[in-house]
């Protein structure tokens, strides 16, 4: 099953000049959103034990969930400012079109616990940098940054200093 086949690409949104990578005709397929979570888990890390997904929000969530029930995970959300509920650690970030804030409770991961963090496109790489030092604070230790999409051209693995995996490249 050729996943590229169910991303569709978006001139000009949300701004001009970003081509948008847009993933629900995957998730409209049954067969090529099941391909997509067992090519993500097949990339996942094998020689150790994956405590936590993390999916960083909105679109991260989906495949995020899916990957955590494969690998019997627990799931993690990483969401945008002033959604979670209970205490939270916090840090700011820069994106491919915009700056932001993301939010993760402080009890959901413990010490030493390894964690894999998914989202559906890495771009500059701010996001999951965010997200990884968000991570490496609450004492955790990420395993892999795993994405559906890397935007190549755009470098964000060069933000990265844990292990990068991408199903599709572009
Ligand atoms: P970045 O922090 O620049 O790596 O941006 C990653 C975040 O922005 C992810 O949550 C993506 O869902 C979203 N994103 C950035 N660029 C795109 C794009 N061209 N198409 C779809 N989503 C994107």
Known sequence: MK???????ISDFPKPGILFKDITPLL?????????????VDLSPKEVRIDKVIGIEARGFIMGIL??????AGFVPVRKK?????????????LEYGEDVLEIHTDAIKAGENILIHDDVLA???TARAVCDLVKELGGVVVQCN?????DFLKGREKLDVPVSALLNY
């Open 3 to 9: 996943i590229q086949d169910y991303i569709r690409d």
């Open 28 to 40: 409209g397929n049954h067969k090529a959103f099941t391909s997509c979570v067992d090519q993500l």
């Open 67 to 72: 990957m955590a029930e494969r690998l019997k």
């Open 82 to 94: 002033g959604k979670l509920p209970y205490d939270v650690k916090s840090k700011s970030y820069g």
């Open 124 to 126: 500059t790489g701010g």
């Open 147 to 151: 994405f559906i999409m890397e935007l």
